[in-house]
């Protein structure tokens, strides 16, 4: 309801309460009115009785006073209603104003969205580096077991003289943590913003461990650490290695559309918005994808490049 709607409603109930009290009092003042003309026409036979004419003033006082009080009542019922329907005409007005102020934040909230993708996108990094260290710990007792079951079987397998491998482990002469422990550390170091050493160690375990599911990740990092400072065409390179080497590695999405916002941010619009559809067309229902539906909207271009018109020419 508009304020106008709610004005009107309190103005045409008012009028109606209005044309109801003045009824009521027409109505005392005919009551009392007929006790006055019932009393005169009693007055010339009542000065033989004077007892019946005490009785008679007496009822017609106790008619006054009923009136009176039915006079209050109604009076102060009239109160109550008028107060009930300003305060509700209070309310539907601070409810309009609410609502022009929600409709003015939501109109604010649109136009400033282009400029909060970032700022979104930095929130579902951190939960995602959050979840890679969840899985991370939570897979290290798995890897062990892993581990040894393959070095059980290479011991069994291996030539007699020879000693086993462990594909999980560094080749021999090589010194570097277990798997588990090199990415931990070196997440714990990102997140820590220690970003030389934790590209040290991510490019440490891309090199001691490229072939297991967390190898994505590290790459991922390194190119991101990259992005952070600022070297935003090294990250485009190294975002490429994830979007090549991992594809169906959980940071592939995130990897394309940072990449996408360092061409952006080398002033390579044209690239950032290729690379911004192709993320739309190869992950359309990821987070990444929406992230990057409002970036394009942001730069005013279309989610699909529009289709050149046919030469019409002969």
């Given at each position: 309801m508009s304020k106008d709607d709610s004005s009107r409603t309190s103005t045409s109930v008012n009028k109606r309460l209005k044309n109801f009290e003045h009824n009521m009092k027409i109505t005392f003042h005919r009551y009392l009115a007929h006790a006055m003309a019932l009393a005169l026409l009693l007055a010339p036979a009542a000065f033989g009785a004077n007892k019946d004419m005490v009785q008679l003033q007496t009822q017609v006082q106790a008619l006054q006073d009923q009136l009176s009080r039915l006079q209050q009542s109604n009076d102060e019922r009239f109160g109550a209603m008028?107060?009930?329907?300003?305060?509700?005409?209070?309310?539907?007005?601070?409810?309009?104003?609410?609502?022009?102020?929600?409709?003015?934040?939501?109109?604010?909230?649109?136009?400033?969205?282009?400029?909060?993708v970032d700022q979104v996108s930095a929130q579902v990094q951190s939960l995602h580096d959050a979840v890679d260290e969840l899985k991370a710990r939570l897979a290290k007792v798995s890897k062990q077991l892993d581990d040894?079951?393959?070095?059980?079987?290479?011991?069994?397998?291996?030539?007699?003289?020879?000693?086993?491998?462990?594909?999980?482990?560094?080749?021999?002469?090589?010194?570097?943590?277990?798997?588990?422990?090199?990415?931990?550390?070196?997440?714990?170091?990102?997140?820590?913003?220690?970003?030389?050493?934790?590209?040290?160690?991510?490019?440490?375990?891309?090199?001691?461990?490229?072939?297991?599911?967390?190898?994505?990740?590290?790459?991922?990092?390194?190119?991101?650490?990259?992005?952070?400072?600022?070297?935003?065409?090294?990250?485009?390179?190294?975002?490429?290695?994830?979007?090549?080497?991992y594809p169906s590695g959980n940071k592939a999405s995130a990897a394309q559309l940072k990449k996408a916002y360092a061409f952006l941010n080398l002033n390579q619009r044209d690239a950032g918005v290729r690379e911004l559809r192709a993320l739309i067309a190869r992950y359309p229902k990821s987070l990444e994808a929406q992230q990057a539906r409002e970036r394009l909207n942001s730069l005013g271009a279309t989610t699909t490049a529009s289709k050149p018109s046919p030469n019409r020419s002969r």
């Open positions: 008028r107060s009930l329907i300003e305060q509700n005409t209070d309310t539907v007005n601070r409810v309009a104003n609410s609502l022009d102020a929600i409709s003015h934040s939501l109109q604010t909230s649109t136009a400033d969205q282009g400029g909060k040894m079951a393959a070095a059980q079987q290479n011991l069994q397998a291996a030539p007699q003289g020879q000693p086993a491998q462990n594909p999980q482990l560094p080749p021999q002469g090589a010194q570097a943590p277990p798997p588990d422990v090199l990415y931990n550390n070196a997440l714990s170091d990102y997140n820590g913003a220690k970003y030389n050493l934790a590209s040290q160690e991510f490019a440490d375990y891309v090199k001691y461990y490229g072939n297991t599911d967390l190898a994505g990740n590290a790459q991922y990092y390194i190119a991101d650490i990259e992005y952070k400072q600022g070297n935003y065409k090294q990250a485009v390179q190294d975002y490429d290695k994830v979007i090549e080497q």
